[in-house]
């Protein structure tokens, strides 16, 4: 429980240089033990891990960065353990038919499993998976 506040909170609900969103509150993984710590064996039950995977050819989705540090901030204040990650698929096995594809796709993995899928940046279907798979844990 401790860890949830202590994620929930840190990130600053401000904006970078430029017009950018301050994104520090997602995590970037790009080995296969990156990928395996981060999503799978993180070691909190009923987190909801939402993966934004990408090519290093195209690069994340950006322009869901304000999308995201909302949805991040609005569930933690409401109490859900929910976690975002990008997953650069270049030299992750699990995410080998990602490495071609120039969409993104979004995962969500609880207890280390997917439980969902989406293939690009879909926000009605992303808020969808999040509410329906996201759990209280206060």
């Known amino acids: 429980l401790e860890f949830r506040r202590v994620l929930f909170r840190s990130a600053p ?7 950018k969103v301050d994104v520090s509150f997602i995590k ?3 080995t296969s033990d990156d990928f395996q710590r981060e999503v799978i064996d993180h070691g909190q039950d009923n987190l909801l ?3 934004d995977v990408f090519t290093g050819t195209w690069g994340p989705c950006n322009m869901l960065d304000q999308y995201f540090m909302n949805q991040f901030f ?7 353990a929910i976690k975002f990650v990008r997953a ?14 120039p ?11 997917m439980v969902a899928k989406v293939e690009g940046p ?5 808020t969808k998976n999040m509410e329906a798979h ?3 844990v206060a």
């Open 134 to 136: 996201a759990v209280k």
């Open 122 to 126: 879909k926000m009605p279907e992303l």
């Open 13 to 19: 609900l401000t904006t970078m240089s430029k017009g």
């Open 103 to 113: 969409m993104p796709h979004f995962l969500f993995y609880m207890n280390g499993e």
């Open 49 to 51: 891990v939402v993966v």
């Open 28 to 30: 970037h993984v790009a």
């Open 74 to 80: 609005e569930m933690g204040d409401n109490d859900y």
């Open 88 to 101: 650069k698929s270049d030299k992750i096995g699990a995410l080998v038919q990602f490495h071609d594809s």
